[in-house]
């Protein structure tokens, strides 16, 4: 049985809750019981977990779990179509909107009068409650219904861990309303397909780290004017003259943030064409250096792949 909301006036064994296994249902499930007891958890917000909070848009889940994922909770996203529900059901104010909740074994079922009021609302208050970011799956912006939420959510300025886009024509829309707040993003990942070239995004600011699976669209130019500290391209176009171009101007003091670089592409190859004035097996296990001697950066070459690690002096 999941445990009963308790009245405001119960008072509430913080070191207990922060101690449980299953701390994170506790607090939400708390938090629902009144204006008071939610007030009271988002003032003391606990820094001694971390918590993760994954979007599942696919399925109008929200995920909340510890780091470990040993304490997991449930928020499930519905529209509210009843116009009575039985009375047992709660109504609470999430994020100073009313929803219908619903508890069940392992989370709560919440109603709402459309999907951006209840993923927004709930989003919020999880916010409020932990010191944490959101994360999104790869698959949860196929649809254009939830692509005003996500815009919405970069309106907010809220910050996400990890955000990841299909990289398909139809999210061009979505890219051009969020293209510059990608400084929000800790990790930011895009599965572009061949198949469909339509998406060209514009990159009008960087996110800490970037993964690009399908990059034959992420030219030298987009790569020199990156400032992410983690690069990774798969499937790639890029061959080994712009690979010397990239190192020449990485020596002379370009992508001062640069600390991995991994490009996998098949126009990579030991052709004869050299990459600093050498052969492209030579370069493997070989380390170079900044022209100022700040930097110094170890490369690895295997077939079709380059990896470059950076290391300040």
Known sequence: ?????????????WSCVRYSNRWVSVRIRLSLGSRKISIQI??????SQKVIV??????QKIIVCTENSKDTFLVSIHLDFSKSRNSNDQHSSIACCTGTVVSTQNGIRTYWKNYREGFISVIQLLLKMFQCKISTSFICHCS?????TISKLFDLQLEFKMFCLKGS??????????SNKLGLVECLRIFSNTTNPGF????????????ILGSDWFTVEFLLACTCTTITLEESHLENK????????WRAGGLPNLKHLT????????????????????????????DDGSKTAAIEFNQHWIQMSVTPV
């Open 1 to 13: 049985m999941s445990p009963s909301i308790p009245p405001s006036s119960v008072f509430l064994d």
């Open 42 to 47: 988002s003032n003391d917000r606990f820094d």
């Open 54 to 59: 994954d979007l599942g848009m696919l399925n």
């Open 144 to 148: 254009k219904l939830f692509q005003p």
């Open 169 to 178: 024509n139809d999210e061009n829309v979505l890219w051009n309303q969020i």
């Open 200 to 211: 060209k995004p514009v990159i009008t600011s960087w996110p800490q780290e970037i993964s």
């Open 242 to 249: 712009e690979m010397d171009k990239i190192l020449r101007e």
């Open 263 to 290: 490009i996998g592409s098949l126009n990579l190859t030991d052709n004869g064409e050299q990459i600093l004035g050498i052969n492209l097996n030579e370069l493997n296990g070989m380390v170079i250096q900044t």
